[in-house]
């Protein structure tokens, strides 16, 4: 199986910061990732899509990039909304997650 | 408006089984494919399994493939996620999403099914 390593665990920031989620993936996937934002008590929200494309009606302070292996979730200028857990997913071959990133408030 | 509606909360016995259910409306039922995915308290999302809904194919994570069956109805566009041999970490939300045109991401979720295993 696929295996998804997303980093850090916890990421500690304040209102206008920006912020990097990186997500790895143990082989090559190429483009096939998806980042959710996840709330407690929510559904996960779909926020890219195929690494870098964003998902209708989501912020375009929310970007993907990255290919292959490498990936990062990057959020130009956070907002007291943004404050939730982001979760990577490969949907290449079977569909792992990784492990989460829980975005604090500094 | 594209959405999944699930079946209600769920408790259960130790070593019996669930079946949670997951209706689609607003998109083509038969051109997608629906994901399960659970989250205990505290912990990580985790993914259960998927089905393309017009082949039928479907495809388990290597830690569920023991216990659980994903299975749909195309007469009434409703997916089903059966877990056997329940146990007390199966206490979690389950969630399904579907991807409107398979292969692709699963951007239409429902709201979550909560199942308690408790004797």
């Known amino acids: 199986d696929i295996q998804m390593t997303q980093s850090p665990s916890t990421l500690s920031a304040s209102v206008g910061d920006r912020v990097i989620i990186t997500c790895r993936a143990s082989q090559s996937i190429s483009t096939w990732l998806a980042w959710y934002q996840k709330k407690p008590g929510i559904a996960p929200k779909l926020l890219i899509y195929?690494?870098?494309t964003l998902e209708s009606g989501v912020p375009s302070r929310f970007s993907g990039s990255g290919s292959g292996t490498e990936f990062t979730l990057t959020i130009s200028s956070l907002q007291p909304d943004d404050f939730a857990t982001y979760y990577c997913q490969q949907y290449n071959s079977y569909c792992t997650f990784g492990q989460g990133t829980k975005l604090e408030i500094k | 408006q594209m959405q999944l509606v699930q079946s209600g909360p769920e408790v259960k016995k130790p070593g019996t089984s669930v079946k949670v259910s997951c209706k689609a409306s607003?998109?083509?039922?038969?051109?997608?494919?629906v994901q399960w995915v659970r989250q205990a308290r505290g912990q990580h999302l985790e993914w259960i399994g998927w089905i393309a809904v017009g082949s039928d194919v479907t495809n388990y994570a290597r830690k569920f493939q023991e216990r659980v069956t994903i299975t749909r109805d195309m007469s009434t566009g409703t997916a089903y996620m059966e877990l056997s041999s329940l146990r007390s970490e199966d206490t979690a939300i389950y969630y399904c999403a579907a991807a409107k045109s398979w292969p692709d991401v699963f951007d239409i979720w429902g709201e979550g099914t909560m199942v308690t295993v408790s004797s």
């Open positions: 607003g998109f083509n039922f038969t051109m997608s494919a």
């Open positions: 195929k690494a870098s």
